[in-house]
């Protein structure tokens, strides 16, 4: 069977401003979970190397979660094998590269996985996707997947009771499964940002600018509120 050529887009959302995208091409080689897999990439005079991924603007369940399993299943049935297009520009702690993979038919990876009810949009900017919040909310409807549970666990709050999230100051410090596990936030009109730390953090997050690392905020013109130390 011929291979299908996947095009993988790897998208920085407000982590850096200025970044011009960079590309290399590979092959799926392991599917780690839902959100998170490796390709396997041969650079011009380079050896053979290995990336990671993890997908841009969704949380998949952890596989000791209900529903982690099948979404782990439901990537690879997707991408496994295929070679794909890699642009990014941004790597977390971990060196993952954060994206997001357009399938042949033009449908996102990210997408399909919402609408099948096996991923949260994972909020972690501004601007919400319409789009990601039109299918969850068609997902939900539909009792799609984990939505046939009235109330079930997101994978953020899953990892929060399993390790404590200590706000990083720098990109390379930063895990982006814990963006919003690190709680920095920001007042758009004020220009200011606090972390849990901070005294007088506020009480409700709603309506907040979501920082995944203390320099970005600093970067993007805000301020430390008073009483927040570094």
């Known amino acids: 069977m011929k291979r299908l050529k996947t095009t993988l887009v790897i998208v920085v959302l407000l982590f850096s401003a200025q970044a011009s995208p960079k590309t290399i091409m590979g092959e799926v080689v392991v599917i780690h979970q839902g959100d998170t897999f490796t390709i396997k990439s041969i650079l011009p005079n380079e050896n053979e190397k290995l990336y990671k991924i993890r997908l841009s603007n969704i949380d998949t369940p952890e596989l000791q979660q209900p529903f982690g399993k099948k979404a782990k299943f439901f990537t690879a049935s997707q991408i496994i094998g295929e070679e794909v297009q890699v642009e990014y520009e941004m790597v977390d702690f971990y060196g993952r590269l954060i994206g997001t993979v357009i399938l042949p038919e033009g449908k996102t990876l ?66 982006y499964d814990l963006i919003l596990n690190y709680g920095i936030i920001g007042n758009s009109k004020k220009k200011i940002y606090w972390w849990p730390d901070c005294k007088n953090y506020p009480s409700k997050k709603e309506r907040r600018v979501i920082f995944g690392y203390k320099q970005l905020a600093e970067s993007m013109g805000y301020n430390s509120a008073i009483g927040c130390e570094q």
């Open 110 to 175: 990210n997408e399909k996985l919402i609408a099948v009810g096996l991923a949260w949009h994972y909020r972690v900017v501004p601007l919400l996707n319409p789009l990601l919040e039109r299918l969850q909310y068609e997902a939900w409807r539909k009792k799609l997947g984990f939505w046939v549970d009235p109330s079930p666990i997101p994978p953020w709050e899953f990892r929060r009771e399993k390790e404590i999230a200590i706000p990083p100051a720098e990109e390379n410090q930063m895990d």
